[in-house]
Each structure stands twice: as structure tokens, then as C-alpha cells.
């Protein structure tokens, strides 16, 4: 499937955009028999083919991280998988549309996990001549020691 930009230029991200949303309303019929069949080794090959790159294309769209992209491809990929497997997915005619908020779902806690991760800034009021610790404790000064 080729998707072109159109007459005027547009950005990398528009054109992945435009990409998984003509790639997405093509195949209905054939994503519920991809479903059907998600049994065999056959059916989850081709699901990983049909929608692994389009994971990634939204990683990095939303994520601005290559690396992070392709985890996040990887992670929608097992998640969509397994839910298939546990038949969970309940319009399956709809399989694009379960693998894009899987992609969201998994994307918000990838930021919400590297936000946490960031490391916080040491407060001007707490430098190390203004540290309690820094002189003996009370108890050694009562005590005699």
C-alpha cells in the first residue's frame, strides 16, 4: 500500500497519520477472519506484519523517541496478541481500532513512566551548609559526649 502526501508538503508525522488512517479502513472483513483464526502461527504473523509498523509510526509520532517507538510496537503487539488469544477483543471487524488505543494506552504510561523517572532538582533552600544533619545531634550534645 503506498500512501503519498498529496500536492503540498507535509511533515514526516502528518504522512504516517494520514498512512495508518487509509491503511486502517481497507480490510475490515479481513481483520475479523485474522481474529477468527489468531490460533495459528499463520494469523499472528500476518497480524504482527499488518499492524507492527503502524505501532511504531504512532510511537513515534507520540513518544519523539525511535527506541521508545519500537518498545512501544513491541508491547502493543503482545498486548493485542494475547487479548486476541483470550478472545477479548469484541468487535473484531474493528481490529485496527483496538490496536490504535492499545498503541495510546501503552503510550500514556510509557510518559507517565519516564516522568517519574526524571530526576528532581536539589531546592537552593536545602544546600549543605543548611543540612540539620550536619552537626552533631541533639542527644550527643546532651549526653557529654
Known amino acids: 500500500m503506498r500512501c503519498y502526501a498529496g500536492s ?15 491503511g486502517s479502513t481497507d480490510d475490515s472483513a479481513e ?7 489468531i490460533a495459528s502461527r499463520a494469523a499472528e504473523t500476518e497480524l504482527c506484519r499488518r499492524f507492527a509498523s503502524r505501532a511504531q509510526l504512532y510511537g513515534r509520532r507520540h513518544l519523539r523517541d525511535p527506541d521508545g517507538a519500537r518498545d512501544l510496537a513491541q508491547a502493543a503487539m503482545l498486548a493485542v496478541l494475547e487479548a486476541a488469544r483470550a478472545c477479548r477483543i469484541a468487535d473484531a471487524p474493528r481490529l485496527d481500532r483496538f490496536v ?3 498503541c495510546r494506552n501503552i503510550a500514556a504510561r510509557m510518559r507517565d513512566v519516564d516522568a517519574r523517572a526524571e530526576p528532581t532538582t536539589r531546592p ?19 549526653s557529654g559526649a
Do not use: D, H, K, Q
Request: hydrophobic letters at 30%.
Open 8 to 22: 503540498r508538503t507535509r511533515s514526516a508525522s502528518e504522512i504516517a497519520s494520514a498512512c495508518y488512517a487509509r
Open 124 to 142: 537552593s533552600s536545602m544546600s549543605s551548609s543548611r543540612c540539620p544533619f550536619s552537626t552533631r545531634p541533639t542527644w550527643a550534645r546532651c
Open 31 to 37: 481483520n475479523a477472519e485474522l481474529v477468527r483464526r
Open 100 to 102: 490504535l488505543g492499545t
